[in-house]
């Protein structure tokens, strides 16, 4: 197949890339559009203790196994089918499943590194930024983390003070000015993001079709 228009999401956690994401994949079927992940690359840290899991820094570029994460988007420009197990950040309560990630026309590449590894970046034909102001970053942050990967309260505000903003500063904010589209995403009203995603859709249609 030729090469396909690769598609670079990132954002600040809170930012709204999840609906982002589900909202613009909505617009292609399933054999036009693939997505692949950055968080299905950790390197694993179940062997930790709680203690440890707490302090461990998942937001450092050297959490993720960058070299798999490389090849497996190699293997789709080549016309490879990707079969990786979900992760599922440790919660003991979820089973992953193995996730089957497919060619496609259109390749999205989500992740909080995309940006700062350079031989993923020089691959994106389109670099998209999601941003949120932290209070309502933090927010969001707390509903998801609580609620979806049952974490306490005090872990997620530990993490988010020692890690999640110190890495988001240093790894993703510098590439912000270089992005093809940075959306503020400082409300929860979905025609906001359906909106961005309806025109870059469209946009999309348009070119590669």
């Known amino acids: 197949m030729d090469k396909p228009y690769v598609i670079g999401i990132a954002g600040s956690s809170g930012s709204g890339k999840t609906f982002f994401l589900k909202s613009f994949l909505d617009h292609f079927s399933t054999s036009e559009i693939t997505l692949i992940s950055?968080?299905?690359?950790?390197?694993?840290?179940?062997?930790?203790?709680?203690e440890e899991n707490r302090l461990y820094n998942f937001d450092l570029p050297t959490s993720?196994?960058?070299?798999?994460?490389?090849?497996?988007?190699?293997?789709?420009?080549?016309g490879k089918t990707v079969y990786k197990e979900e992760y599922t950040f440790n919660n003991p309560a979820l089973k992953p499943k193995m996730l089957e990630?497919?060619?496609?026309?259109?390749?999205?590449?989500?992740?909080?590194?995309i940006f700062h590894y350079e031989e993923i970046n020089q691959l994106l034909?389109?670099?998209v930024f999601l941003d949120a102001e932290e209070s309502i970053a933090l927010e969001r942050r707390l509903r998801?983390?609580?609620?979806?990967?049952?974490?306490?309260?005090?872990d997620v505000m530990y993490k988010w003070i020692n890690h999640v903003v110190p890495s988001y500063n240093e790894y993703l904010l510098p590439f912000r000015e270089t992005c093809d589209l940075v959306i503020h995403n400082n409300t929860d009203e979905p025609a906001v993001i359906q909106s961005?995603?309806?025109d870059i859709a469209s946009e999309l249609?348009?070119?590669?079709?």
């Not at 950055?38 to 709680?50: E, F, G, L, R, W």
Request: no cysteine; proline share 3%; aromatic share 16%.
């Open 38 to 50: 950055q968080d299905d690359y950790y390197i694993p840290a179940n062997t930790k203790t709680q």
């Open 64 to 78: 993720i196994d960058r070299n798999a994460f490389y090849a497996d988007i190699k293997d789709l420009f080549d």
């Open 196 to 198: 961005f995603t309806n």
């Open 101 to 113: 990630i497919k060619p496609a026309n259109i390749l999205v590449v989500e992740g909080l590194f």
């Open 144 to 154: 998801r983390d609580l609620v979806e990967r049952g974490y306490d309260h005090d």
């Open 125 to 127: 034909d389109y670099r």
């Open 205 to 209: 249609r348009q070119r590669i079709y």
